[in-house]
């Protein structure tokens, strides 16, 4: 078993930048994939970036070029800098990893990005 937390969010004006930071109770090495997701009130729940353990990585449309995804296997973390925030990025953001065809998912930090 491994627990994922989130930290990081918060009340941010539009056009600034938060970084959020997921730490694991255990080695990351063997997730294959890292990621974030967030889900916005009356949405599904939709993936931000992924990271792969050699680092490759995968972002949604709506973001790309003001997020980036990455990753410390030393540390145990994976992060998510975000920058140019709108306030369509309101949501709640979480962890997500993937080891051994398994699923784990942090409790989730809320952004509010204001207009």
């Known amino acids: 078993q491994v627990q994922l937390v989130e930290s990081g969010g918060g009340l941010v004006q539009a056009g600034g930048s938060l970084r959020l930071s997921c730490a694991a109770s255990?080695?990351?090495?063997?997730?294959?994939?890292m990621g974030w997701y967030r889900q916005a009130p009356g949405k599904q729940r939709e993936l931000v970036a992924q990271?792969?353990?050699?680092?490759?990585?995968q972002y949604a449309d709506p973001v790309k070029g003001r997020f980036t995804i990455s990753r410390d296997n030393a540390k145990n973390t994976v992060s998510l800098q975000m920058n140019s925030l709108k306030p369509e990025d309101t949501a709640v953001y979480y962890c997500?990893?993937?080891?051994?065809?398994?699923?784990?998912w942090g409790q989730g930090t809320q952004v509010t990005v204001s207009s």
């Open positions: 997500n990893g993937v080891s051994v065809s398994v699923g784990y």
């Open positions: 990271i792969t353990m050699r680092g490759a990585t």
């Open positions: 255990r080695s990351i090495v063997s997730f294959n994939v």
